[in-house]
């Protein structure tokens, strides 16, 4: 697996989300940062990156 293919896994599921405008990905900082147009449900986030194969940590 390539840093490209954990960028493109997690901005994939996360851009499934309603309303999402952007997406963000520091893989050394290990941040993901997304731009919507609406609140976003925490829990549909934490599933989204779940289903990439990665964790939420906070």
Known sequence: ???GHC????SGELGKL???RDIR???AGGLVTLTSDEPLDH???RAAVD???YQVVS
């Open 18 to 20: 309603d309303g999402v």
């Open 51 to 53: 289903e990439a194969g």
């Open 25 to 27: 990905v520091d893989l």
């Open 7 to 10: 960028v493109q896994s997690v």
């Open 1 to 3: 697996m390539t840093c």
């Open 43 to 45: 829990a549909a986030v």
